[in-house]
T-cell receptor
Framework: AQTVTQSQPEMSVQEAETVTLSCTYD???????LFWYKQPPSRQMILVIR??????QNATENRFSVNFQKAAKSFSLKISDSQLGDTAMYFC???????????????FGQGTELSVKP | EAQVTQNPRYLITVTGKKLTVTCSQN?????MSWYRQDPGLGLRQIYY???????DKGDVPEGYKVSRKEKRNFPLILESPSPNQTSLYFC??????????????FGPGTRLTVL
């Protein structure tokens, strides 16, 4: 069975600074996907970034980037130039590769509550 | 607008009173699922459905039922709610894996309190 662990329940960062959220996972699968979701106070689940396990290059989306270490089963999220609107709960999630319409189950970590302070 | 809707958004009920949380998507997705979110546990899958009349248990199915009579709808049924089912519930639907992964679309969430 796959598991996802986020060991930082809460973090804070000053506006405009950089913060890194940690995530580790355990799986015997070789083909899978990793995600970071943002959940602001509105509770909406927003996809921030995704990484395909077969890609060695780390994914980047504007101020958000990941450090994907496949051998170490580590998947951290770096937020650069933090903004007040980044204040949210962040979830790391894993999905194994499914064939056409054979599934889509996400396995989530416990979440990290990030506060960006002015 | 492509979206997943849930109703109600908030619900306070009492132990044992049957309730249904509706979920509907307008993207013609085949795969739909329900998750519950609890502090310190993240989101966990309750039930999922791969298509009409095809449903199966997720990781925490006890105390829940689902049905999939139409492709767009996937209601979550609590026949006899208990306080340990107080939680935040999310419905999600996804595209078939014709691309590299099954992109998930989440509903806005339903906050359920069982007294």
């Amino acid at each position: 069975a796959q598991t996802v662990t986020q060991s930082q329940p809460e973090m804070s960062v000053q506006e405009a600074e950089t913060v890194t959220l940690s995530c580790t996972y355990d799986t015997s699968e070789n083909n899978y996907y990793l995600f970071w979701y943002k959940q602001p106070p509105s509770r909406q689940m927003i996809l921030v970034i995704r990484q395909e396990a077969y890609k060695q290059q780390n994914a980047t989306e504007n101020r958000f980037s990941v450090n994907f270490q496949k051998a170490a089963k580590s998947f951290s999220l770096k937020i650069s130039d933090s903004q007040l609107g980044d204040t949210a709960m962040y979830f790391c999630a894993f999905m194994k590769h499914y064939r056409y319409n054979q599934g889509g189950k996400l396995i989530f970590g416990q979440g990290t509550e990030l506060s960006v302070k002015p | 607008e492509a979206q997943v809707t849930q109703n109600p958004r908030y619900l306070i009920t009492v132990t044992g009173k049957k309730l249904t949380v509706t979920c509907s998507q307008n993207m013609n997705h085949e795969y739909m699922s329900w998750y519950r979110q609890d502090p310190g546990l993240g989101l966990r899958q309750i039930y999922y459905s791969m298509n009409v009349e095809v449903t199966d248990k997720g990781d925490v199915p006890e105390g829940y039922k689902v049905s999939r009579k139409e492709k767009r709808n996937f209601p979550l049924i609590l026949e006899s709610p208990s306080p340990n089912q107080t939680s935040l519930y999310f419905c999600a639907s996804s595209t078939p894996a014709e691309r590299a992964y099954n992109e998930q679309f989440f509903g806005p969430g339903t906050r359920l309190t069982v007294l």
